[in-house]
């Protein structure tokens, strides 16, 4: 063979390997595309990881696949890395499903895209439910369980303020594993502008003293009345007596310093009986708030609507609302006719 046809057949079959390996490199990234968007394969129909700060790409690769990912570790980290995206991954818990892919994995955590949770705390409610909700709500750590209530408020940023009432009743939504503390934080961080806000509105004449009276106040409010359009009148009413020095004599503020003795039936022995928060017995308000009161709540008490009458009962028909009277003599026909049936 001569050397020209030698170098002729070399030359032929180093164009067919490269031919080779040029196709096998357009298959091997077609394949990796096509991986990309691939639905990953789960072990159960949803796998959930938390991601700690700090945590390297390859780790959280193979933290995916001991969680449930079924794909190589390997390819999800080499997939990190060359999407040039791998340093923008932010810790926290995310969850994926059906349907998932590695590209919509890894835009997930770039994103922050978390997996999230909530917990509500209703208006009216005193801190011991508050307490009973967080202590049940999923995906939280217990950090605050064993906590008294000074130890509580402490902990949010308020060491010596009663805790009853500091927390504004809302929606709170959070990322699963987080502690509760977090959540109690934003909840008591809320009350705090809140009430700042509505202070800021409040009524020249009010005869409240200071933003704690106005939370006091607003806490009675929310659980006298949850018809909003009487809220205003029920603030009046508890202005007008303010004022003038006359008790309170509003029943929650009994119930609430009965405790855990309280059955469901208010008894007049009950307002005879004396605590620091009978307003029967005692003048003024009481001395801490006895619900979470919301915004309405805390707007009424710091702008009530103006009225002369000192007393309301409610009506007692099923529809929430309540008479108003100026008079006594007017108010106790008003409690033999809605609340004693005329007897």
């Given at each position: ?318 529809t929430g609302r309540s008479v108003f009277s100026e008079t006594l003599a007017d108010h106790n026909r008003a409690v033999n006719q809605f ?5």
């Open positions: 063979m001569s050397r020209r046809s030698l170098l002729s057949r070399l030359a032929r079959g180093l164009a067919l390997v490269l031919l080779l390996l040029a196709l096998t490199t357009a298959a091997a990234g077609w394949l990796a595309w096509k991986w990309l968007d691939a639905p990953l394969a789960l072990r159960t129909p949803s796998v959930e990881l938390s991601i700690e700060p700090g945590t390297t790409p390859r780790a959280i690769a193979q933290a995916w696949a001991d969680a449930g990912v079924q794909t190589s570790p390997l390819w999800l980290y080499e997939w990190f890395r060359w999407s040039g995206q791998a340093r923008q991954i932010r810790a926290g818990s995310y969850e994926i499903e059906a349907g998932a892919t590695p590209r919509s994995l890894l835009a997930k955590m770039v994103q922050g895209d978390e997996a999230m949770e909530q917990v509500r705390f209703i208006e009216g409610w005193t801190l011991r439910q508050l307490r009973a909700a967080l202590a049940s709500a999923p995906q939280l750590k217990p950090t605050t369980a064993g906590m008294d209530d000074a130890q509580l408020m402490a902990a949010v940023g308020s060491p010596g303020v009663p805790a009853e009432g500091r927390f504004f009743p809302d929606t709170y939504r959070y990322s699963r594993g987080v502690s509760d503390l977090t959540v109690l934080k934003r909840a008591h961080r809320a009350m705090q502008q809140q009430l700042a806000a509505t202070w800021a509105l409040r009524a020249p004449d009010t005869p409240l003293k200071s933003a704690d009276e106005a939370l006091i106040l607003a806490s009675i409010i929310e659980k006298e009345t949850g018809l909003a359009a009487e809220r205003g009148l029920v603030a009046g009413v508890f202005v007008n007596r303010l004022r003038i020095g006359m008790p309170l004599q509003t029943d929650p503020t009994v119930i609430y310093g009965m405790g855990p003795s309280f059955d469901g039936n208010l008894r007049r022995r009950d307002l005879e009986t004396d605590t620091p928060f009978n307003t029967y017995t005692r003048g003024g308000l009481p001395p801490t708030p006895i619900s979470l009161p919301g915004l309405a709540s805390l707007r009424a008490a710091v702008q009530p609507e103006s009225t002369r009458a000192l007393y309301f009962v409610s009506r007692s028909d099923g609340q004693r049936g005329g007897r």
